[in-house]
């Protein structure tokens, strides 16, 4: 894509707290080639720290963004200030760096469509939106074995749902740490984001080293096609997430997801849930599945769609519509390392409803649910 000479190209960099982003942000300023960049950092807490990092490499062009975060309560400081820098300032490059806890879809809306109160001009664009995922925290965040540490300062939003959110929706992901974690793990853990994210770029980093064509100016942000191509969406659809342009390893992703045994499956089904039967099923994380994503259809609520989504421990299950003139169906899309498919399948099998339990007043009701 052709940038004209008035128009400011904007990289969006996501991922979870101590990933690497800061690092990378660094870089780019050190690294620029010849673009003037300008940073909007968001950090939570009281003191920015990475404000701080990054202003120690340029006096000029720093806006910290402190607490809140510009996925919810400061999105219209994030478009005021872009629009504020771009009035003030020289430069033909915005970088964006969010907060570990932040969810890149309502950054990337706010960016495009602007917000309740304001929106950019257009002489602005987004351009990239970049994930960076530290390679050795993938590793240990499913693995069921592990205690998580307390990352993110928000207990609503668990450190495998903000992981999984933001793997799934960006243009570029860095694979970083990468020499922290085993030759074979990384393999997995690669091969496992695959899956989950078929359509990005992926590079292999250690301390966010990458070229920094690999994410300015790369063109390649559309809404559209990135919340539509997540892994277990193709999935739910029927695509086979076999195509993997722009890899920079060559390797055939399905060939490698196959040889460290990630896999993925829908489990569809015209008979409801008995709530608590399928509610204590949520619970029981074995570690194995990575992702579960899609709908269900349970018997104390006949007719309210369950919009079910888990990232590793954390699941959440609530309504998220109405059935109407569709006819009530179960289809949940499950990623994961290892799965036994049939196990799985018995198993939610033996959640479902009996004839006479589907037409029972049912006094409680474990729905909706949080995260576990």
């Known amino acids: 894509m052709v940038t004209?000479?008035?128009?400011?190209?904007?990289?969006?960099?996501?991922?979870?707290?101590?990933?690497?982003?800061?690092?990378?942000?660094?870089?780019?300023?050190?690294?620029?080639g010849e673009r003037r960049i300008a940073v909007i950092v968001n950090d939570m807490g009281e003191v920015n720290v990475d404000a701080e990092l990054i202003?120690?490499?340029?006096?000029?062009?720093?806006?910290?963004?402190?607490?809140?975060?510009?996925?919810c309560r400061l999105q219209d400081d994030l478009v005021a200030q872009a629009t504020r820098l771009a009035e003030e300032r020289s430069f033909d490059y915005l970088v964006v760096e969010a907060s570990g806890i932040s969810e890149p879809v309502p950054i990337a809306?706010?960016?495009?469509?602007?917000?309740?109160?304001?929106?950019?001009?257009?002489?602005?664009?987004?351009?990239?939106?970049?994930?960076?995922v530290d390679a050795y925290g993938f590793w240990k965040a499913f693995d069921s074995g592990e205690s998580l540490p307390d990352a993110a300062p928000d207990p609503e939003r668990p450190l495998t749902e903000v992981l999984v959110d933001q793997i799934e929706f960006c243009d570029v992901l860095l694979l970083n740490k990468c020499d922290m974690v085993p030759d074979d793990a990384r393999e997995?853990?690669?091969?496992?984001?695959?899956?989950?994210?078929?359509?990005?770029?992926?590079?292999?980093?250690?301390?966010?080293?990458?070229?920094?064509?690999?994410?300015?100016?790369?063109?390649?942000?559309?809404?559209?096609?990135?919340?539509?191509?997540?892994?277990?969406?193709?999935?739910?659809s029927g695509e086979a997430a076999n195509e993997h342009p722009g890899h920079d390893h060559g390797d055939d992703a399905v060939s490698a997801a196959e040889a460290h045994g990630v896999e993925s499956f829908v489990?569809?089904?015209?008979?409801?849930?008995?709530?608590?039967?399928?509610?204590?099923?949520?619970?029981?994380?074995?570690?194995?599945?990575?992702?579960?994503?899609?709908?269900?259809?349970v018997a104390s609520r006949p007719e309210t769609v369950l919009g079910v989504s888990q990232a590793g421990p954390s699941v959440q299950a609530g309504p998220i519509g109405e059935w109407g003139?569709?006819?009530?169906?179960?289809?949940?899309?499950?990623?994961?390392?290892?799965l036994?498919?049939?196990?799985?399948t018995d198993e939610l099998d033996d959640c479902l409803a009996a004839s006479d339990e589907q037409t029972e007043a049912y006094a409680t009701d474990p729905f909706p649910r949080g995260s576990a």
Request: aromatic residues 8%; glycine residues 6%.
């Open 188 to 236: 997995s853990i690669e091969a496992a984001i695959r899956k989950l994210q078929p359509r990005a770029t992926l590079h292999r980093t250690t301390y966010s080293d990458v070229d920094p064509s690999a994410v300015l100016d790369t063109g390649s942000f559309d809404f559209e096609a990135a919340r539509r191509q997540q892994g277990w969406k193709r999935a739910l």
């Open 325 to 338: 003139d569709d006819d009530p169906a179960t289809r949940l899309v499950f990623i994961g390392s290892d």
């Open 340 to 344: 036994d498919e049939a196990a799985v």
């Open 4 to 32: 004209s000479p008035s128009e400011i190209p904007i990289t969006v960099i996501s991922g979870p707290l101590g990933a690497g982003k800061t690092t990378l942000v660094n870089r780019l300023l050190n690294n620029p």
């Open 267 to 297: 489990y569809r089904r015209e008979r409801p849930f008995h709530p608590e039967r399928f509610d204590a099923w949520l619970d029981d994380w074995d570690g194995k599945i990575i992702r579960a994503k899609g709908f269900a259809w």
């Open 109 to 132: 809306r706010a960016l495009t469509e602007g917000t309740n109160e304001d929106s950019l001009p257009d002489r602005f664009r987004l351009d990239t939106t970049v994930s960076v």
């Open 55 to 71: 202003a120690d490499e340029t006096e000029e062009g720093v806006v910290d963004l402190s607490n809140g975060c510009i996925c």
